[in-house]
Nanobody, 122 residues
Framework: QVQLVESGGGLVQAGGSLRLSCAASGRTISSVAIGWFRQAPEREREFVAIIAGTGDTTYSADSVKGRFTISRDNAKNTVFLQMNSLKPEDTAVYYC???????????????WGQGTQVTVSS
């Protein structure tokens, strides 16, 4: 099993930055793919970014490309989501999740964190 804990959310003005952290325990992050997802009120949970367990392969949704960067620190067993140039439409609860394969399909993610709220004011 993998336990995931997100942190780093908060309230920020449009154009600002936040860095989210996803601390893993139970398994090393190099053995799983870690994805970030978000869910805004009354909307379905959507894919944001993913980083593969091995190598440096990453992939981001078009809506965040050029603004968000996913990375990992194996020594800390933690994955980060650096979010720059934030927009009000980025407001959502952000979740990290673990999958055995590096995919966008949300149904293939077995383990989820509790989420962290990101609010971007205009």
């Amino acid at each position: 099993q993998v336990q995931l804990v997100e942190s780093g959310g908060g309230l920020v003005q449009a154009g600002g930055s936040l860095r989210l952290s996803c601390a893993a325990s139970g398994r090393t992050i190099s053995s799983v793919a870690i994805g970030w997802f978000r869910q805004a009120p009354e909307r379905e949970r959507e894919f944001v970014a993913i980083i593969a367990g091995t190598g440096d392969t990453t992939y981001s949704a078009d809506s965040v490309k050029g603004r968000f960067t996913i990375s990992r620190d194996n020594a800390k067993n933690t994955v980060f989501l650096q979010m720059n140039s934030l927009k009000p439409e980025d407001t959502a609860v952000y979740y990290c999740a673990a999958s055995r394969v590096a995919v966008v399909d949300i149904s293939l993610y077995d383990y989820w964190g509790q989420g962290t709220q990101v609010t971007v004011s205009s």
